[in-house]
């Protein structure tokens, strides 16, 4: 790949301070690479922004939104990288080489997705998965198939999208649905990328979930797909709410 890029890792954080130095500390330990670390606080209450001060490596971003993905596209805006990773506060990389292996692949140079595993822990819910590999295809009409801390994202893709704030739980889902749609290139990776805590509310199966990702999907989705997933949401709503 030549020169090493610079890598963005955006982590937003609210009343983090149990874990927040763990996902600093797995991203401060990435082996022969170049990394920012942008910390981006959205109305903490604890000591979330005193840890995150402590380390001089650490751009921190103090802001008076009360939603994760306001707090990402800030973190979208405020980047230097070429490359952009998004990692949760209880989240952290699965080892220390991580971003060396990825650009040690020969992935092909019009890639703007770098795509991974991720190990979920902390599972909470019998429908997730403990193990989690991203599958970038029409998949991702009927499921999110694709994991957020296992995407590598290129500057390039926010020069047109950034995350939909009026969705509260899947502006995610939709950011990679929008992606797919545009037929944005993806490179499949076999690395694991991240360790994830599992017990966010998009993994809870909520009635409000369901309903982010009806309107999802009656946006963007072509008419037949949009049609028969009328039918399946309701399904899942029922199982899925129910079984947890």
Do not use: C
């Amino acid at each position: 790949m030549g020169d090493k890029p610079l890598i963005s890792v955006v982590i937003p954080t609210r009343n983090a301070a149990l874990t927040l130095q763990k996902a600093i500390k797995s991203v401060l330990n990435q082996q022969d690479v170049k990394v920012e670390i942008l910390v981006v606080d959205y109305l903490s209450t604890d000591n979330t922004v005193q840890i995150a001060s402590n380390y001089p490596q650490v751009r921190l971003y103090n802001e008076t939104t009360q939603g994760i993905y306001q707090a990402m596209n800030k973190g979208i805006r405020e980047a230097q990288g070429e490359w952009l990773y998004f990692i949760g506060a209880d989240d952290e990389m699965y080892d220390s080489s991580v971003f060396k292996k990825i650009f040690e692949n020969n992935f092909p140079t019009d890639s703007e997705l770098i795509l991974g595993k991720v190990e979920n822990v902390g599972v909470a819910h019998a429908l997730v998965k403990t193990v989690y590999t991203n599958k970038y295809s029409r998949g991702i009409f009927w499921s999110n198939t694709l994991h957020h801390q296992g995407i590598l994202y290129h500057k390039n893709v926010f020069n047109t999208y950034q995350y939909n704030t009026k969705h509260s739980i899947l502006a995610d889902y939709e950011i990679n649905l929008r992606l797919f749609l545009a037929k944005t290139k993806a490179f499949h990776s076999e690395l694991f990328f991240a360790k994830s805590f599992a017990g966010g509310i998009s993994k809870q199966f909520t009635h409000a979930l369901y309903d982010e990702e009806l309107a999802i999907k009656n946006e963007l989705l072509p008419f037949f797909p949009k049609i028969l997933n009328w039918g399946l949401i309701a399904l899942k709503r029922r199982l899925k709410i129910k079984k947890g």
